[in-house]
């Protein structure tokens, strides 16, 4: 029998050889020195060989455990090594169900027909709120109960920060995403049943705020505020010509260089390619073509970001100039500014509520905010019509914005 004084003294030859223990255990001296334990033992007539592990790791002791464990299992009429593979195949199977990893299998499948912005918020979702509640749980035993404490830890979450809402569309939006994820594992036979099932009204969409025109006061203080802010200047420039051009902050954010004809005094948006719809991507909210005419303080801008972005966009990521602004920067630089609760799109109907009150054409207003007209026909015309009229209109906007 071995002791652990007597495997030290087992030196490496020229040759492997094994030195027995006793009940089919023996310890396997390699050329390199390494030493591995072995269980011989006799299936149905036929002689075989488990490996139990590498001394010292596995211990004189643990080993002769093992071989216990390996006994029973032929007790039972169970072949070790073909337990050992069928474990390690399960182990492998349920490494591959968890819900993490098939979560990144349908992230793959999907994130390169999607948007920028559709990847970081899944992946962002993925690493706040669906990780941390069952990432490492198999698919198969994830619960409605699960998804219903993800969906409260969520709203939870959300509620806590300065700014981003009570959390509801959060935590309706991971739900989606989670649905999405495993109708993917159910048609690669990964589960059977999709416990989002049973969730539809378990949290309620809160109702939407509307835009809101800005008070006098806020009006007062802007170009001192934003003058004052500590934010970049591209960010600057990004808040100044949201304010000067009625344009959504999407629309900003994706402003080209392309789309820009100072000549013309005109930015012309165009609608979005198919290869932008495959990826759920949109330059203007009703993907049509959007002329926006120019005053003279929005060319000023234009012309200072030559020198603050990148070739393509107009704007770009304060933190990585390859990329485009992300629109929630608006609205942060708002905050910091002193606006809590005013938001990029309340400008939009500040500047349509002056401007109705002052007596412009609401059909001119309507044009510069790039609404859809009703009239399906007179629509398909009319974005190219006004355009004079709507140049001056801008620049009588521009210059009462800066006498604020």
Same mark, same amino acid.
């Given at each position: 029998?071995?002791?652990?004084?007597?495997?030290?003294?087992?030196?490496?030859?020229?040759?492997?050889?094994?030195?027995?223990?006793?009940?089919?255990?023996?310890?396997?001296?390699?050329?390199?020195?390494?030493?591995?334990?072995?269980?011989?033992?006799?299936?149905?007539?036929?002689?075989?060989?488990?490996?139990?592990?590498?001394?010292?790791?596995?211990?004189?002791?643990?080993?002769?455990?093992?071989?216990?464990?390996?006994?029973?299992?032929?007790?039972?009429?169970?072949?070790?090594?073909?337990?050992?593979?069928?474990?390690?195949?399960?182990?492998?199977?349920?490494?591959?169900?968890?819900?993490?990893?098939?979560?990144?299998?349908?992230?793959?499948?999907?994130?390169?027909?999607?948007?920028?912005?559709?990847?970081?918020?899944?992946?962002?979702?993925?690493?706040?709120?669906?990780?941390?509640?069952?990432?490492?749980?198999?698919?198969?035993?994830?619960?409605?109960?699960?998804?219903?404490?993800?969906?409260?830890?969520?709203?939870?979450?959300?509620?806590?920060?300065?700014?981003?809402?009570?959390?509801?569309?959060?935590?309706?939006?991971?739900?989606?995403?989670?649905?999405?994820?495993?109708?993917?594992?159910?048609?690669?036979?990964?589960?059977?049943?999709?416990? !989002?099932?049973?969730?539809?009204?378990? =949290?309620?969409?809160?109702? $939407?705020?509307?835009?809101? %025109?800005?008070? +006098?006061? @806020? &009006?007062?203080?802007?170009?001192?505020?934003?003058?004052?802010?500590?934010?970049?200047?591209?960010?600057?420039?990004?808040?100044?010509?949201?304010?000067?051009?009625?344009?959504?902050?999407?629309?900003? !954010?994706?402003?080209?260089?392309?789309? =820009?004809?100072?000549?013309? $005094?005109?930015?012309?948006? %165009?609608?979005? +390619?198919? @290869? &932008?719809?495959?990826?759920?991507?949109?330059?203007?909210?009703?993907?049509?073509?959007?002329?926006?005419?120019?005053?003279?303080?929005?060319?000023?801008?234009?012309?200072?970001?030559?020198?603050?972005?990148?070739?393509?966009?107009?704007?770009?990521?304060?933190?990585?100039?390859?990329?485009?602004?992300?629109?929630?920067?608006?609205?942060?630089?708002?905050?910091?500014?002193?606006?809590?609760?005013?938001?990029?799109?309340?400008?939009?109907?500040?500047?349509?509520?002056?401007?109705?009150?002052?007596?412009?054409?609401?059909?001119?207003?309507?044009?510069?905010?790039?609404?859809?007209?009703?009239?399906?026909?007179?629509?398909?015309?009319?974005?190219?019509?006004?355009?004079?009229?709507?140049?001056?209109?801008?620049?009588?906007?521009?210059?009462?914005?800066?006498?604020?």
């Amino acid at each position: 029998m071995l002791n652990d004084t007597k495997i030290k003294q087992l030196k490496p030859t020229d040759k492997m050889y094994r030195v027995a223990d006793h009940s089919g255990l023996c310890l396997e001296v390699r050329t390199t020195g390494a030493k591995l334990w072995r269980f011989r033992y006799r299936f149905l007539g036929k002689a075989s060989m488990l490996s139990l592990g590498e001394y010292p790791v596995v211990t004189l002791a643990a080993a002769r455990q093992k071989v216990a464990e390996q006994k029973l299992l032929l007790d039972q009429n169970i072949d070790p090594s073909k337990f050992k593979q069928e474990e390690k195949a399960k182990a492998k199977m349920d490494a591959e169900s968890e819900f993490k990893e098939v979560a990144f299998s349908w992230y793959e499948s999907k994130k390169n027909k999607r948007s920028e912005s559709f990847r970081l918020i899944v992946e962002k979702t993925f690493e706040r709120d669906l990780f941390p509640a069952f990432g490492h749980k198999n698919i198969k035993t994830i619960t409605p109960y699960d998804l219903l404490k993800m969906q409260k830890d969520t709203i939870k979450r959300v509620s806590k920060q300065m700014n981003r809402g009570t959390g509801e569309s959060t935590a309706i939006r991971n739900r989606q995403i989670v649905n999405s994820i495993f109708n993917y594992a159910i048609a690669n036979l990964l589960c059977d049943s999709n416990p !989002c099932a049973s969730l539809g009204q378990t =949290v309620e969409r809160p109702a $939407k705020d509307t835009a809101r %025109p800005m008070t +006098t006061e @806020e &009006q007062a203080m802007f170009n001192s505020a934003l003058e004052k802010s500590r934010s970049t200047e591209m960010v600057k420039n990004a808040i100044k010509l949201l304010m000067y051009s009625m344009m959504r902050s999407i629309e900003i !954010c994706r402003l080209k260089w392309d789309w =820009v004809d100072l000549d013309k $005094k005109l930015i012309t948006v %165009p609608p979005a +390619t198919k @290869e &932008q719809l495959d990826k759920g991507e949109r330059n203007i909210k009703m993907n049509r073509v959007h002329l926006v005419p120019l005053s003279k303080q929005m060319i000023k801008i234009i012309e200072n970001q030559r020198l603050q972005s990148n070739d393509e966009y107009v704007f770009c990521s304060v933190f990585n100039k390859t990329k485009i602004m992300n629109k929630t920067t608006i609205n942060r630089a708002l905050a910091s500014m002193g606006y809590q609760t005013l938001t990029a799109h309340d400008f939009r109907a500040t500047a349509s509520t002056i401007l109705h009150e002052l007596g412009y054409s609401s059909e001119w207003i309507e044009l510069q905010l790039a609404h859809v007209d009703r009239n399906a026909v007179r629509g398909t015309y009319n974005h190219a019509q006004n355009l004079d009229e709507r140049r001056k209109m801008m620049q009588d906007w521009c210059d009462l914005v800066d006498s604020w």
